[in-house]
């Protein structure tokens, strides 16, 4: 066998079978499980030793984000934070991945990371800075995924240098029992804010916010005819602090109930997601008369307080005084139907989607 | 004479004939110069030395104000900080006096001041602690109505404490040739910001910007049919501060020209008071995407930035970097269709009403 034949055979070796998540199409309202196709491909994952540097990774656990929906449309991009897919594309989103060639000194066969990848069986990198290496403890791999990913940035970051938060603050979260929301009360209450209240979809999930991720009070929005009233029981004195998952109306109603001075954190909107025109904010002269300040962020700014959150966060989690509620699909065939679920408020907890054990 | 007949002579001699503008009822839509009336009255003016201190003045200029239009109607207050006219009442706004008589140890006969009174001749403040000592100098008193009162204050710390502003920023101004406007842009410009651009109703009040208050753009925002063009063209790289003056269509609007991490003041939003519903703001998303910081505020809270404001102003004032244009009504009668026509866009520059010269 000469030198080429040698190349090739080793290249040959080095296709591995790849089933992908694809975008069928670009979706308009609500996503369904017939906008994604599984593709059976192969991964031309030849890294080449002495070009540039490459991470091949096997992956094992999928986030499912609202965000990702922004991906799905054939819009301009709002900012250029959100890179669109192109139809028939594989879905790019976060998650959590072995290493298992690289080229990169950084990353070596074994190594765990989390980052951004495919929505595939295995992803080659080839900006593997990118990429964020997990030190292995005793927490499970896939809150990666999740607390110790970005939607525990975004919660950190978001409550943390956002908010402003001080003991005593009244604090509400919508969303509250997702990926981000529950992770801001409990937060909010590890800092001594009082009340703080979460509002989610089902029966279920304002039980968890109640029983099992320490929320003072919590409520089924669907259940609720007049908004404002609820808002107004929960805080008859007003909100310090709104984290805001959720928008337009909710986002307009709970304006009215905000305290002279109160932050507003727009972490997310994913009641405006779906539809063809966002409804509007009508309440805009009242965050002038009571002093409200509203902050956008992204938790790609926020990379430097990623150590501080995963140092408290494993602490609290051993010792108990943080849990981590995740709903785990299995098996990549099934990441779309999880994926959509998440614009219908099926997850309970963080959803994500294994694919591999390890 | 005895005793008591002496002390009622004096009481008599201190009915004072006082000219009141009054609210007729209280106001839906755009204010009418018939929803207002001139008031014959007599102020019972009485200072009673050794018990209440109190301040009777003289007033002197009333300034007309946007966020006045709140006072005249129906409505609960958003949060306490506008006080409410009640119907048949006088009315109630800025404006400079001169102290006629005193029983308050910081003020004495013949010192000028300004802070909130009564629209009508003589106004009798008992909680004299609110009003603001003017030291004279050489510029005008109707000032202390504009630049150096509630409208430069607004200003100065809604550009300086909420937009963060830093050289080479771009900033856009709404209603920028009234009060506070045509202070904004100018202070932009003294710490270097590039561009300035500012949008006013009339042809007049954008030649204004241009050639007289320094703004290094202007446009007339009647005559563009989109306005979107019209901001693209003048920010092309995007906005960084926008100082908003005007709400609704305008604000939302401007969201989608902001750069990544721009900032939004919250100071007005005239175009919303005349109307039943508010517009709503639908661009929300953009917030988030562009980590755009928006906040309101009201120039109460910013009491403390005072002094260096009138230091600064003043000095600019008197070596020519700073002007500060007026539309001075004359006369009280006349102080409705002022008031009436902030609404309209009538006046060109700080619309003040003169009611005596000294």
Redesign the interface.
């Known amino acids: 066998m000469n030198k080429g034949e040698e190349e090739k055979k080793t290249m040959m070796k080095k296709l591995i079978p790849n089933k992908q998540i694809i975008l069928n199409h670009y979706v308009t309202g609500y996503p369904k499980e017939s906008d994604f196709g599984l593709r059976s491909s192969t991964t031309s994952c030849t890294l080449s030793h002495g070009s540039s540097s490459a991470v091949l990774l096997k992956n094992l656990y999928l986030s499912c984000d609202p965000y990702m929906r922004h991906r799905m449309s054939d819009h301009i991009?709002?900012?250029g934070?959100?890179v669109q897919s192109t139809s028939g594309s594989v879905l790019v989103g976060y998650g959590v991945s072995k290493v298992i060639e690289s080229t990169h000194p950084s990353f070596k066969e074994g190594d765990f990371v989390w980052g951004m990848i495919g929505w595939e069986e295995y992803t080659l990198i080839t900006t593997p800075d990118s990429l964020n290496k997990i030190n292995i403890t005793d927490v499970p791999l896939s809150y990666y995924a999740g607390i110790l990913g970005m939607p525990g940035i975004a919660a950190y970051a978001g409550f943390h240098k956002i908010c402003y938060p001080k003991e005593g603050d009244c604090v509400y979260v919508s969303s509250a029992s997702g990926g981000v929301g529950q992770l801001v009360g409990q937060f909010a209450k590890l800092m001594g804010c009082y009340v703080v209240v979460g509002s989610a979809s089902t029966e279920e999930k304002v039980d968890l916010l109640k029983h099992k991720m320490g929320f003072d009070e919590a409520f089924n929005y669907k259940e609720e005819h007049d908004l404002g009233s609820a808002l107004r029981r929960y805080f008859p004195q007003g909100i310090d602090i709104y984290f805001d998952n959720v928008?337009g109306h909710m986002?307009?109603e709970v304006i009215l109930h905000m305290k002279?001075h109160g932050r507003i954190a727009?972490?997310?909107?994913i009641s405006?997601y779906n539809i063809e025109?966002?409804?509007?904010?009508?309440?805009?002269?009242?965050?002038?008369?009571?002093?409200?300040?509203?902050?956008?962020?992204?938790e790609k700014?926020f990379g430097h307080v990623y150590p501080e959150l995963v140092e408290l966060c494993i602490k609290y989690l051993q010792e108990g005084k943080l849990v981590y509620v995740e709903d785990i699909a299995q098996g990549l065939e099934n990441a779309p139907s999880a994926l959509v679920g998440i614009f219908y408020g099926c997850n309970v907890g963080k959803q994500v989607v294994c694919i591999a054990k390890e």
Chains 1, 2 share one sequence.
């Open positions: 991009s709002h900012s934070t959100i928008g986002l307009d002279v727009l972490c997310g909107m405006q025109k966002p409804e509007g904010v009508r309440n805009m002269f009242s965050l002038i008369m009571k002093r409200i300040e509203m902050k956008g962020f992204v700014d």
